[in-house]
């Protein structure tokens, strides 16, 4: 099945830094989301980008499916920016279940 | 309420007893999910219902059993658990469940589950 991996696994920042973080995947998909979980467990839909860039706020997102990779990009971040970020795919052919990378927690401090 | 709702947020029981998970949506979907997210690994998809028919069993052992009365809700039925399966239990639902349409994903806030 696809693979999804994100990287950095773990990232720390200083309030107001920027940060980009990377999904890569293994086959093509057709679509991909970029979602903010809270520390309460809530999974927040950030971009629904199977290909692109979105823009909202301060985030925004560019997904370049030929070369099998999205970005999600944080700037001037800001303590509620914590959390675990996580792309999934969906994959192509006969399903399209959602695959979750491992996620990226991020830690930004005051 | 607005958007996807799951009862009871928490849940602790014993491996013996039977228990339920609730989920609701209230944005008009045609598809719902339940997934699984343990400590230190990814989210795995469970079961997925489209237009209260189940469409995918992601190889979940029978403990687990789902059901889909309406498309607004989808249940989680529990019995025999190991401590294993705790974690958190998280339900979403979709516009539709087709590889031609649009299919974002909206997730509820979870039910975490431990069992003892």
């Known amino acids: 099945g696809i693979q999804v991996e994100q990287s950095p696994p773990d990232l720390i920042l200083q309030e107001g830094a920027n940060s980009t973080l990377r999904c890569n995947f293994s086959d093509s998909v057709n679509n991909l989301q970029w979602f903010h979980q809270n520390p309460w467990g809530q999974l927040i839909n950030l971009f629904y980008i199977p290909s692109g860039t979105k823009q909202n706020g301060r985030l925004s997102a560019t997904t370049v499916a030929t070369e099998r990779y999205s970005l999600l990009y944080i700037s001037s971040s800001q303590t509620t920016d914590s959390g675990v970020y996580f792309c999934?795919?969906?994959?192509?052919?006969?399903?399209?279940?959602?695959?979750f990378g491992t996620g990226t927690l991020l830690a930004v401090q005051p | 309420e607005t958007g996807v709702t799951q009862t009871p947020r928490h849940l602790v029981m014993g491996m013996t007893n039977k228990k339920s998970l609730k989920c609701e949506q209230h944005?008009?979907?045609?598809?719902m999910y339940w997934y699984k997210q343990s400590a230190k690994k990814p989210l795995e998809l469970m079961f997925v219902y489209s237009l209260e028919e189940r469409v995918e069993n992601n190889s979940v052992p029978s403990r687990f059993s789902p059901e889909c009365p309406n498309s607004s809700h989808l249940f989680l039925h529990l019995h025999t658990l190991q401590p294993e399966d705790s974690a958190l239990y998280l339900c979403?639902?979709?516009?539709?469940?087709?590889?031609?349409?649009?299919?974002?994903?909206?997730f509820g806030p979870g039910t975490r589950l431990t069992v003892l």
């Open positions: 999934a795919v969906e994959e192509g052919g006969a399903t399209n279940k959602l695959i």
């Open positions: 979403a639902s979709s516009q539709v469940y087709s590889l031609a349409d649009y299919n974002e994903q909206f």
């Open positions: 944005l008009g979907h045609n598809a």
